[in-house]
């Protein structure tokens, strides 16, 4: 039988794809890629697959390949529906490749790179927790950052307070559910307010976890506009949480 010929060249076409957006998403990172590896401009080679790939969502959520990173399709734009059991976009991380891009924190190489940004300065100017917040300067996350809130700071302020003040940003820690690396020791991830936030980890979760949203819209499409990804897209949502990955918001 030749059933499999079709769908696997289907595949290759789109992990070429991905790769293409990753390479396009990370110009200051990447001189290339081919179908087996992935070029950094200093020279570093990163295979794209780990060969025998993970197959359980368990699995790549703790041993994501490059590939792997973009197995779910993210949905830009408004949900139409909440998100479909283990639909997690973004969620699968290949951890050498944020470590090689971002640094390790446990080593202080993110430290390094961090730079202040002040947080809706229009809007918490004065306020006595007016904000700064500190977030990597590589690949210009603070600026994609000071670029979000300047648009959300000209919000309506009824949907802009779910925007402040702010849980968090860098932070050197693990996932709760996961043990992996999370994004914020990165220096590439925002929390914002928790009081209009919902995380699926902190409600009962022992059966079919059921989908809760406070975050508005209009404040997740300023996010994404400027290559951050939402929590509030995945099956194991976490609707206070943003983080830089624009090869996942690349359009054709
Ligand atoms: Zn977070």
Sequence with gaps: M????TPLLAQDDQVRLALDRLVAAYPDAFAGHDAKVLRWRDGTVMPVSAGAESTTFAERLRHA???DQFRIAYPRGPLAKPPAVDTDPGRFRNAAF??????????GEVAAHLVSVTWLPKTLRNKARGQSIRVTSVNHVDAHLRAVSAEIDALPDKIKRAAYPIAGTYK???????GQPSTHGYGIAIDLNTAY????????????????NRMPQEIVAIFEKHGFIWGGKWYHFDTM?????????VTQ
């Design 2 to 5: 030749l059933a499999g010929a």
């Design 65 to 67: 390949s490059i590939v």
């Design 98 to 107: 944020f470590t090689k891009m971002y640094g390790d924190c446990k080593k």
């Design 172 to 178: 050197c820690r693990a996932v709760a559910d996961t």
């Design 197 to 212: 936030s919902d995380y699926w980890y902190w409600r009962p979760h022992s059966g079919r976890i059921v989908y809760r």
């Design 241 to 249: 949480h943003f983080e830089y990955r624009p090869e996942l918001l």
